[in-house]
């Protein structure tokens, strides 16, 4: 009979001898491997790697020709399969009458788990010839195989006592010292006598102290993050101009082992920046590390600037003019010539007035008041009336006057003596001033000096 594979199903199952084909399968594993324990009992193993994902609660083994060959269940969960994780499944069958010396299983390809460096796994032991050979990374080393390796290293009983010294020794001098060696070197140095002791791959002492010939040197004799002042126009070798550039960390990176993202870098993880030195800034000093890559404003020493106006005190101010003398102005008009006026009067239209003490009986023909009226000069007369006067008519009246000859009129003011008049300020009482003083300068606050290069060391 030849094995061929698990099934796997996530229902209870409750195997018979008519049972075909398992109940609810989900999973079937072609990858099988087993081998006869004992004359009635086998041991198989299958794995799945895949990224499936279920639950198994029952098992069936399957012959080559789709035979359902055993089957396995029970209402608890046999293992979970997760996205992640490998399944490994591993079961011992027992046959009542088969014997399992019958049953071979058909992929002999199938590796089972085997145990490595990076993952935990079914190991087989080595013999000892593996174990002296040390070519073979697949297979353990047991306590017997290694003594007998290191017995034939080292004798039996290896390391003795005076080798363990030797391996617990610290550094070269010690060793020396306790084998009782003093080399030639120590007496014997300097180039030129002969010794081996001179040469260093071939070359004397003297070649090493051209920096040209050093290999595998740091890129800078400073160390990675170190900044330096430096008075040439370009970057030494080694070194960067601290100009806030963005780097590759791959490009650079010791200085970015020293220096990190204290500066900035990309969101991505692959980048950093070097410091930014401004134009007219400096390098300052920090006792907190929290601080380290933060800029200052920059700042003076706090002063302050006096200023006053001294008090005037209360007070006026006089003035005055200078007398003049007793005087008077004149003045005069000019001549107009001979000449005269001529004018009228303007009529004052038709009227009449009333007389007093007429006859009685008189009748006037423009007419009369004859009512009784109080007379004049206190007299009362009431037994005569009292008529009008004849209208005169509408006229008027006209007059000149005599021309008086070229003329003029002189005009004359009053002389108001000697005087001066006075003028006063008011006072306006004790007082002072504002001054203000204007701010110069610029936004940085440096003493003068000479400008050079600040680079960092990578």
């Excluded at 009458?97 to 080595?126: P, S």
């Excluded at 020396?176 to 180039?191: F, W």
């Excluded at 404003?297 to 007398?323: K, Y």
Aim: net charge negative; with cysteine; charged share 15%.
């Amino acid at each position: 009979m030849l094995a061929h594979s698990l099934g796997l199903t996530a229902e209870v199952v409750e195997a018979h001898r008519e049972m075909q084909s398992l109940p609810g399968e989900h999973t079937r594993l072609q990858s099988i491997r087993g081998g006869a324990t004992a004359r009635d009992t086998i041991h198989v193993t299958a794995r799945d790697a895949t990224d499936a994902t279920y639950s198994v609660r029952g098992i069936g083994l399957y012959l080559a020709d789709g035979t359902l060959l055993a089957v396995y269940g029970q209402p608890a969960v046999l293992a979970e399969k997760s996205t992640q994780a490998v399944l490994l499944l591993a079961a011992d069958i027992q046959f009542a009458d088969i014997a399992a010396t019958d049953i071979t299983f058909g992929d002999t390809n199938f590796d089972l788990n085997v145990g490595t460096e990076e993952k935990a796994g079914v190991l087989e032991l080595a013999t000892p010839t593996e174990t002296a050979t040390g070519t073979d990374a697949t297979r353990a080393v047991h306590s017997k195989g290694l003594r007998e390796l290191l017995d034939a290293r080292f004798g039996p009983g290896a390391p003795t006592a005076l080798a363990k010294k030797l391996i617990a020794t610290a550094t070269e001098s010690a060793v020396r010292q306790l084998l009782g060696l003093k080399g030639a070197s120590l007496k014997d140095d300097g180039e030129g006598n002969g010794l081996d002791a001179d040469l260093l791959d071939g070359k004397h002492g003297a070649h090493y102290l051209a920096w040209e010939n050093l290999t595998g040197v740091p890129a800078s004799a400073y160390m990675p993050g170190q900044v330096i002042t430096f008075a040439g126009k370009t970057a030494p070798s080694g070194t960067l101009v601290c100009d806030g550039r963005e780097l590759l960390r791959t490009d650079y990176p010791r200085l970015f082992a020293a220096i990190g993202t204290t500066y900035g870098g990309n969101a991505e993880g692959t980048t950093f920046k070097l410091p930014k030195v401004d134009e007219d800034s400096g390098v300052i000093h920090t006792g907190d590390p929290a601080k380290v890559g933060q800029s200052s404003a920059g700042s003076v020493i706090a002063h302050t600037h006096s200023a006053s106006a001294s008090a005037a005190g209360a007070h006026a101010h006089s003035a005055g003019a200078d007398a003049v003398g007793d005087h008077a102005h004149g003045a005069w008009t000019d001549g107009q010539g001979h000449h005269g006026h001529t004018g009228g009067t303007n009529w004052v239209g038709d009227h009449q007035h009333l007389v007093p003490f007429a006859d009685a009986g008189i009748a006037y023909p423009w007419g009369g008041d004859y009512n009784n009226h109080a007379g004049s000069r206190g007299n009362v007369d009431y037994d005569n009336p009292w008529p009008n006067t004849s209208p005169a008519g509408g006229h008027s009246h006209a007059y000149s006057t005599d021309g008086n000859g070229t003329h003029a009129h002189n005009i004359g003011m009053n002389g108001a003596g000697s005087h001066s008049h006075t003028i006063n300020v008011a006072g306006v009482g004790d007082h002072s001033h504002a001054i203000t003083v204007g701010s110069t300068g610029s936004a940085r606050n440096l003493p003068a000096g000479i400008r050079m290069l600040f680079c960092i060391a990578f």
